[in-house]
């Protein structure tokens, strides 16, 4: 079983930055592929961004893109998340998710095997 720990939330006025980390318990985090999703509340749970194991490969929802940076140290078995230029909109439970069945990024929830238990982030406009 693979632990995945978030840490980094917090509350921001719009146009602040936070930096997301996710730390992975497990030996082989460099060879999953990792992503980031949020939910914001009443609304279903959306993916952010992806990147693959190498960290060559990543992915982001056109919301973030521009905004957000996804990047991993697999000697540190973490997962980073930079979030710039926050929005009100940005507001939600950020959750990282791992896929240890395949190498390559993936915008699929189903597809992730190991959650995290979320960190909030809010943004005050």
């Known amino acids: 079983q693979v632990q995945l720990v978030e840490s980094g939330g917090g509350l921001v006025q719009a146009g602040g930055s936070l930096r997301l980390s996710c730390a992975a318990s497990t030996r082989s985090f460099s060879t999953y592929a990792m992503g980031w999703f949020r939910q914001a509340p009443g609304k279903e749970r959306e993916f952010v961004a992806a990147i693959n194991w190498s960290g060559g490969t990543f992915y982001y929802a056109d919301s973030v893109k521009g905004r957000f940076t996804i990047s991993r140290d697999n000697g540190k078995s973490t997962v980073y998340l930079q979030m710039n230029s926050l929005k009100a909109e940005d507001t939600a439970v950020y959750y990282c998710?791992?896929?240890?069945?395949?190498?390559?990024?993936?915008?699929?929830?189903?597809?992730?095997?190991?959650w995290g238990q979320g960190t909030q982030v809010t943004v005050s406009s």
């Open positions: 998710a791992a896929d240890p069945r395949r190498v390559g990024a993936s915008r699929v929830a189903n597809e992730y095997d190991y």
